[in-house]
């Protein structure tokens, strides 16, 4: 065991489509491997979070399909928290144009086990947010975990912006989506999940606003990807076919991850050979 090579994780932004991480990261736990780094941007920082926590990817499935089998569980786990807690959720902040505010939604989203500080987990994580007035890319890796999450997931317009050490942060899809830059020097191998994804349709559909506003977002993180890969490519791509679904379709987590799980078998194929030494 001790001459495999060292193997990086980056998971990708890409809002709902994200669930399909915690499907492929089951490739991880079959083959009984174990990254020695992960990076993640937003839902990517997310699950990444988790799973570098030590919790097997198939627990956090889980949790995924407890958690959003149906909007009416969603709330009433909300609900269980109590008027505090809802109110927290929804709650007015300094920055007005978010809806909801981030540190109490990871309360309520992450599984148990996730703990509160970079320090405590079994892997080394890196979260990666977008310093909104500096106009670049910021990488947390020390210190409280959930607000430096907070950062990364906080889409403008609806989940709260952080202010983490002086800078204003949002959701780091806005400068890296895929975040294998932060792997490449810590491991010999380096797996990357892209979940940008993008539209899907024909010209003579018309999207709602909503539709227009996040798909043209994926676009511009999808060439974003696409121009970091062609400067420094990884070893293992996967990108899971799931275009189809919406940024925001979350109670579709079931179908998400089905729609996985060849990305699953195709990760277990390419690590195998990793591991074995086959050509």
């Given at each position: 065991m001790g001459s495999e090579p060292s193997i990086g994780l980056a998971l990708g932004g890409g809002g709902a489509r994200g669930l399909a991480h915690v499907v492929v990261l089951e490739a991880f736990d079959e083959l009984g491997l174990t990254p020695v780094a992960i990076a993640g941007t937003s839902i990517g920082a997310m699950v990444g979070a988790a799973y570098a926590a030590g919790i097997a990817a198939a627990d956090i499935r889980v949790h995924v399909n407890d958690t959003l089998r149906s909007r009416r569980q969603a709330l009433r786990r909300i609900f269980s928290e109590g008027a505090g807690g809802v109110l927290d959720l929804f709650s007015l902040n300094p920055f007005g144009s978010a809806i909801v505010d981030g540190?109490?939604?990871?309360?309520?989203?992450?599984?148990?086990?996730?703990?509160?500080?970079?320090?405590?987990?079994?892997?080394?994580?890196?979260?990666?947010?977008?310093?909104?007035?500096?106009?670049?890319?910021?990488?947390?890796?020390?210190?409280?975990?959930?607000?430096?999450?907070?950062?990364?997931?906080?889409?403008?317009?609806?989940?709260?912006?952080?202010?983490?050490?002086?800078?204003?942060?949002?959701?780091?899809?806005?400068?890296?989506?895929?975040?294998?830059?932060?792997?490449?020097?810590?491991?010999?191998?380096?797996v990357a999940i892209d979940v940008t994804g993008g539209p899907v349709g024909d010209d003579a559909a018309m999207p709602s606003r909503a539709e227009l506003l996040f798909s043209s977002t994926q676009i511009m993180q999808h060439q974003l990807v696409q121009a970091n890969l062609k400067d420094h490519p990884v070893d293992i791509l996967i990108t899971p076919d799931i275009n189809r679904f919406r940024v925001l379709e979350f109670f579709k987590a079931g179908e998400i991850m089905m729609a996985a799980e060849p990305a699953k078998d195709e990760l277990k194929r390419a690590l195998e050979k990793i591991v074995t030494g086959a050509p």
């Open positions: 540190i109490p939604l990871l309360n309520l989203a992450l599984p148990d086990g996730v703990p509160e500080d970079f320090g405590a987990l079994k892997t080394p994580f890196s979260a990666v947010a977008t310093d909104f007035y500096g106009r670049c890319q910021t990488v947390l890796s020390a210190g409280p975990l959930v607000p430096a999450i907070a950062a990364s997931i906080a889409l403008p317009g609806l989940i709260s912006p952080q202010v983490i050490g002086g800078r204003l942060l949002i959701d780091g899809g806005m400068v890296n989506p895929l975040p294998f830059d932060q792997i490449v020097d810590r491991a010999d191998i380096v």
